[in-house]
């Protein structure tokens, strides 16, 4: 399985976002997809996940800023962001987990600095 993240960028505080992941290889229809992030000098953490079956879970900073979907059909999961803040700037990356597997494929990630 291939993930390209794609849709990060610099944006200022209060701005939004749209991340993307594109998979290939692979369809997502069976697969929990998630986005995580690393910022400098801290572990990777969830941002949001989507079960095969469209269940959404999120991390507790993200307070109902953020939204994860996801598209069959497109074979994509996409991140919408609001409210950004500079806390939010870190390396965005694409989660694949299929069901009933304990493998985890990781796309390269997207970089997203809130700035002004």
């Known amino acids: 399985v291939q993930l390209q993240a794609s849709g990060g960028g610099l944006v200022q505080p209060g701005g939004s976002l749209r991340l993307s992941c594109a998979a290939s290889?692979?369809?997502?229809?069976?697969?929990?997809m998630g986005w995580y992030r690393q910022a400098p000098g801290k572990q990777r953490e969830l941002v949001a996940l989507?079960?095969?079956?469209?269940?959404?879970a999120y991390g507790d900073f993200v307070k109902g800023r953020f939204t994860i979907s996801r598209d069959n059909a497109k074979n994509t999961v996409d991140l919408q962001t609001n409210s950004l803040k500079p806390e939010d700037t870190a390396v965005y990356y694409c989660?694949?987990?299929?069901?009933?597997?304990?493998?985890?494929?990781w796309g390269k990630g997207t970089l997203v600095t809130v700035s002004s």
């Open positions: 989660n694949y987990r299929r069901n009933g597997v304990n493998i985890d494929y």
């Open positions: 290889g692979s369809s997502i229809s069976s697969a929990r």
């Open positions: 989507i079960t095969s079956s469209g269940s959404t």
